[in-house]
C-alpha cells in the first residue's frame, strides 16, 4: 500500500507561484510514475504531469507546459509541482498519483492506483 499526501496548496493571486509538495510512503517504489492531477467544481479530473513517466522523465499537459514543472527528490519520495505564472483558470483541487512504471505515458485518472486527498489552489484575478 502506497500513502500520498499534498501540500503547499493555497490562495494567491494570479501571475503568482505556488510550489506543491507530495510526500509517499508505505510500500514506496523507485520506477513509479508519480502523476500530478487536477478538478475544478463540476469539471472532471484533469491531467496535468507526470515524472518518470514511461520512457520521457517528465511530460505536461499542453494546459500547463512552460508554466508548471515536475521534480523530485528520491531520498525524501517526495514529488513537486512547481506552478509558475499562475493564472484563475488553475483554480481546482490538486491531486497526486502514483503507480507502477509502464510503456505507455499515463494520463487518464484510472490508468492510476493510488491516490492523495488533494489540496486546494485557487487563483484571484
Known amino acids: 500500500q502506497v500513502q500520498l499526501v499534498e501540500s503547499g496548496g493555497g490562495l494567491v493571486q494570479a501571475g503568482a507561484s505556488l510550489r506543491l509538495s507530495c510526500a509517499a510512503s508505505g510500500r514506496t517504489f523507485s520506477s513509479a510514475v508519480m502523476g500530478w492531477f487536477r478538478q475544478a467544481p463540476g469539471k472532471e479530473r484533469e491531467f496535468v504531469g507526470c515524472?518518470?513517466?514511461?520512457?520521457?522523465?517528465?511530460y505536461y499537459a499542453d494546459s500547463v507546459k512552460g508554466r508548471f514543472t515536475i521534480s523530485g527528490d528520491g531520498a525524501k519520495n517526495t514529488v513537486y509541482l512547481q506552478m509558475n505564472s499562475l493564472k484563475p483558470e488553475d483554480t481546482a483541487v490538486y491531486f497526486c498519483?502514483?503507480?507502477?512504471?509502464?510503456?505507455?505515458?499515463?494520463?487518464?485518472?484510472?490508468?492510476?492506483?493510488?491516490w492523495g486527498q488533494g489540496t486546494q489552489v485557487t487563483v484571484s484575478s
Open positions: 515524472i518518470r513517466c514511461s520512457t520521457t522523465n517528465t
Open positions: 498519483a502514483a503507480r507502477q512504471w509502464g510503456v505507455m505515458v499515463p494520463t487518464a485518472p484510472g490508468a492510476y492506483d493510488y
